[in-house]
């Protein structure tokens, strides 16, 4: 098993544009979590799905922030426009049955 | 909602010393707790979970845990720590509602520097 896989693994960008980070569950998980760290607020969740389905957003800090999961396979969190508090390492995290957690290697985002 | 908090930011050992890392919770219903690790430049990996069942909870690498429903703590063990045990940790919870778990809310991290 591959583990959660998640890709960029490092992004810089320059404020302003678009970034789109992906993510690819354990095959078979129903649940996926997107995470953000930083270290004045360390771990936050941003939003979870069961089952493709948007479950809880009630993380995501604003608009600019959206997240999809068009399949059970893949998942990406997108950030339009980017700003430079958005820096952080976001986490994808995949579980069986919402109980056990497998996280991915993190996306290091830079915004510029 | 729930929330966890960690008593200590910072902590160093010498190594073979005892560590006892602290973590409370605050939820009224069903929990499961958990604690990670995260090594410098690493993702979290998982140290150790409890569910239900024995509140004693041995993980890897040596370390366990103790659930104490009374005082909604979760406090991290380990005997006699090594230097390769230099990391950020973590306690996690998440609530058991009728509907299945939700996400993971996580203590702010401690982080544990053991000096040779």
């Known amino acids: 098993d591959a583990g959660v896989i998640q890709s960029p693994r490092h992004e810089v960008t320059e404020m302003g544009q678009e970034v789109t980070l992906r993510c690819k569950p354990i095959?078979?998980?129903?649940?996926l979590f997107w995470y953000r760290q930083t270290m004045m607020r360390g771990l936050e969740l941003l939003i979870y799905?069961?089952?493709?389905?948007?479950?809880?957003d009630s993380g995501m800090p604003e608009d600019r922030f959206s997240a999809k999961m068009p399949n059970a396979s893949f998942s990406t969190l997108k950030i339009q426009p980017s700003e430079p508090r958005d820096s952080a390492v976001y986490f994808c995290a995949s579980s069986g049955r919402g109980y056990g957690y497998t996280f991915g290697s993190g996306t290091r985002l830079t915004v510029v | 909602a729930q929330s966890v908090s960690q008593h200590n930011h910072h902590v160093i050992l010498s190594e073979a010393a005892s560590l006892e890392l602290g973590c409370n919770y605050s939820y009224g219903g069903t929990v499961n707790l958990f604690w990670y690790v995260q090594y410098p430049g690493q993702h979290l990996q998982l140290l150790l979970k409890?569910?239900?069942?024995?509140?004693l909870v041995k993980g890897i690498k040596g370390f366990e845990a103790e659930f104490i429903k009374s005082k909604f703590s979760f406090n991290l063990r380990k005997p006699s720590v090594q230097w390769s045990d230099t990391a950020e940790y973590f306690c996690a919870v998440n609530a058991i509602s009728g509907g299945g778990a939700d996400g993971l809310t996580f203590g702010k991290g401690t982080h544990l520097i053991i000096q040779p």
């Open positions: 409890y569910f239900s069942g024995d509140p």
């Open positions: 095959s078979g998980h129903d649940y």
């Open positions: 799905f069961n089952n493709n389905v948007p479950i809880d």
